[in-house]
T-cell receptor, first 114, second 113 residues
Framework: DAGVIQSPRHEVTEMGQEVTLRCKPI?????LFWYRQTMMRGLELLIY????????DSGMPEDRFSAKMPNASFSTLKIQPSEPRDSAVYFC????????????FGDGTRLSIL | AQSVTQPDIHITVSEGASLELRCNYS??????LFWYVQSPGQGLQLLLK??????LVQGIKGFEAEFKRSQSSFNLRKPSVHWSDAAEYFC???????????FGKGTRLSVIA
């Protein structure tokens, strides 16, 4: 089975540029999560979707961050404009519906903002 | 609300020695409990999960964990550590409904010869 697929794996860009991270969840999974991981703050939940609908975006750090899930097989996380402090590894995870289901993680996108 | 505490930030063990990583959770009902492992440059991989039933659960890579309700703990164990087990380990707790897991801050495991 194909796992969660994230692209790109690495992104290096200059501050002020728009960054778009992409995620394809596991087929049949109804919940999708975006996380950010840094040495200082650890693993942070940014936003999650159930059945393509954003449920909780309280973890999104600023209005510069936005996420969409136009269909069950695709989601994007966009940063505009990007800043050096956005440098981190961004993970996407998906899970089936239902209580306490394990989340399956992609390999992440390592983002560096210069 | 759920919470997870992993008291040890970093643990070093010798190859071949036994391992126990601690995890304590806070949740009012019977929790769903998970252990994940993250190797450098990789995402989090599920090691094992506890939903109900037998309190000792077996996972991949020779790991096991024991749920102890009285101690609100879900410690991860391995009888003999291999150098390839060096990684970051995360404990997580889940609740009923479509809510995200709550992760601990992780324990970094180093393995020495």
């Amino acid at each position: 089975d194909a796992g969660v697929i994230q692209s790109p794996r690495h992104e290096v860009t200059e501050m002020g540029q728009e960054v778009t991270l992409r995620c394809k969840p596991i087929s049949g999974h109804n919940s999708l999560f975006w996380y950010r991981q840094t040495m200082m703050r650890g693993l942070e939940l940014l936003i999650y979707f159930n059945n393509n609908v954003p449920i909780d975006d309280s973890g999104m750090p600023e209005d510069r961050f936005s996420a969409k899930m136009p269909n069950a097989s695709f989601s994007t996380l966009k940063i505009q404009p990007s800043e050096p402090r956005d440098s981190a590894v961004y993970f996407c995870a998906s899970s089936p519906n239902g209580g306490g289901q394990p989340q399956h993680f992609g390999d992440g996108t390592r983002l560096s903002i210069l | 609300a759920q919470s997870v505490t992993q008291p040890d930030i970093h643990i070093t063990v010798s190859e071949g020695a036994s391992l126990e990583l601690r995890c304590n959770y806070s949740y009012g009902a019977t929790p769903y409990l998970f252990w994940y492992v993250q190797s450098p440059g990789q995402g989090l991989q599920l090691l094992l999960k506890y939903f109900s039933g037998d309190t000792l659960v077996q996972g991949i890579k020779g790991f096991e964990a024991e749920f102890k309700r009285s101690q609100s703990s879900f410690n991860l164990r391995k009888p003999s550590v291999h150098w390839s087990d060096a990684a970051e380990y995360f404990c997580a707790v889940g609740a009923a409904g479509n809510t995200p897991l709550v992760f601990g801050k992780g324990t970094r495991l180093s393995v020495i010869a």
